[in-house]
């Protein structure tokens, strides 16, 4: 039995890993035990952060895995990862050692099935569009009405028989030619090609119709083919195609010169309606007839114009023609008197009035009464002006006098000036006791002499 020690005995013998030491050999085991590898399954938990890098689950019925897709291998994507997308991812074998997540360093990521036949489908879609294969500008007109019509398509199929169906159905009397190809499987492209190079090389057909029933990616594959396109473009002949259904867009369809939605379409598209032509023919009927009729009453109405002129190219018509101008000129030659007559004379009314308003004899007359209304004016100022003057000469002498320093001397004031300075004395400071002073008075000077100076209000 053994004897395990206390817990609280430190067992030297044994190597104590830590968590993140235990995580980096795991992850040096698992990187080193692992190829790259091929994994296909479904996208689920994706996330893209800022960063650039992308993380997501791949995942299939029972089990999922970590992923992890860093930024400078997904700017080397093809398409838009999405959730819920098949994809098929090469990847190295990891661990995170952060968490101690088990996950996968993606590499690289295509999408897986049909998703990689629609990526195909794309880049060369892409790549014939750069090189203008696709352009409008190269494409044919289809003839209005074919010599014979080809179908190119398997003798066999459901196709072939709406084509049949259809060309019958509208134009019973319409030539076909079949050049049987497969249109399914690994040669089919190949002999598609080959019977569109036959049918150029015959030159029997005006139009030729590339055709197809519905299927899969997979089965239109053949008509994804970038030969089949070229072979197209190069041929002599338009050519028409009806492949698959409406939703079903092909590389041959984008080459094509017209593409239809269904074969039935496509047998549309390159045979004339009986019933079409019919109406045609019948409409041109009516057309020529109503051309022919304004024809004919064209030509009634220049018989009856020509007519007319030579009438009026006889003598007696001419001379009765310049006789009724010379009645017409008169006419108006007397009417535009009248009316130069009556334009005078209303031109002249308001000359006369004009005239006498301007007349000297009454510029005289009304400056004849200014000069009298100014005489009178002059009398009255005369008059007035003495009387005026004399009024404003005794205001001007009383407000003189109310000024004048004599009039202050009157009321018995004095103005006194040093005798020997002549300064006017103005404060008992000025002055001491002896000094001489002059006394002017409102009649005659005193001489003074200060005895005292006193000093105070």
């Known amino acids: 039995m053994n004897q395990y020690p206390p817990k609280n005995v430190l067992d030297l013998s044994r190597e104590i890993y830590s968590v993140s030491r235990l995580n980096r050999e795991v992850r040096a085991v698992l990187e080193g035990s692992f190829p790259l590898l091929w994994v296909e399954g479904e996208l689920s938990n994706l996330a893209q952060p800022s960063s650039g890098h992308i993380y997501f689950s791949l995942k299939d019925s029972v089990a999922q895995v970590r992923c992890a897709m860093f930024r400078s291998k997904r700017l080397l994507l093809a398409f838009k990862p999405a959730n819920h997308q098949q994809v098929l991812v090469r990847a190295r074998v990891g661990l995170y050692e952060g968490r101690g997540d088990f996950q996968l360093i993606v590499e690289h990521m295509e999408p897986a099935g049909e998703g990689a036949l629609r990526l195909q489908f794309e880049r060369l879609k892409q790549k014939l569009a750069a090189e203008g294969l696709f352009d409008e500008a190269r494409k044919r007109d289809l003839p209005s009405i074919p010599r014979q019509v080809g179908l190119i398509t398997s003798p066999t199929g459901a196709a072939v028989r709406d084509l049949l169906t259809v060309l019958e159905r509208r134009f019973p009397a319409l030539p076909i030619l079949l050049y049987p190809a497969q249109v399914q499987g690994q040669f089919a492209a190949r002999e598609l090609i080959a019977a569109l190079d036959l049918a150029n090389e015959r030159a029997e057909c005006d139009v030729l119709v590339l055709a197809r029933g519905g299927g899969s990616l997979e089965d239109l594959q053949a008509f994804n083919d970038e030969d089949l396109a070229r072979a197209i473009r ?10 698959g259904h409406e939703v079903d867009l092909c590389i041959a369809d984008l080459a094509a010169d017209r593409r239809a939605a269904t074969p039935s379409a496509a047998a549309e598209l390159v045979s004339p309606s009986a019933q079409h032509l019919t109406q045609r023919i019948q409409a041109s009927e009516q057309r020529l007839r109503g051309a022919q009729a304004r024809i004919l009453s064209a030509c009634e109405r220049r018989f009856a114009a020509l007519q007319r002129h030579l009438r009026l190219l006889h003598p007696i018509d001419r001379l009765q023609s310049r006789q009724q101008r010379v009645d017409d000129l008169q006419r108006r030659m007397v009417i535009a008197l009248a009316r130069t007559w009556d334009g005078a004379h209303a031109r002249l009314g308001p000359l006369v009035l004009r005239l006498r308003g301007a007349s000297p004899q009454g510029g005289l007359m009304r400056r004849r009464l200014i ?63 002896g000094d001489q002073l002059d006394a002017r008075l409102a009649q005659g000077s005193l001489t003074l002499e200060v005895s005292k100076v006193s000093r105070g209000d």
């Open 234 to 243: 190069r041929s002599a002949i338009p050519v028409v195609t009806g492949i």
């Open 371 to 433: 000069l009298d209304a100014l005489d009178r004016r002059l009398d009255e100022a005369g008059r007035r002006t003495p009387m005026v003057c004399a009024e404003q000469l005794a205001r001007a002498v009383q407000g003189l006098e109310a000024r004048s320093p004599l009039a202050t001397l009157r009321r018995g004031y004095a103005i006194l000036r040093q005798k020997q300075s002549g300064l006017i004395i103005r404060d008992s400071g000025q002055v001491v006791p």
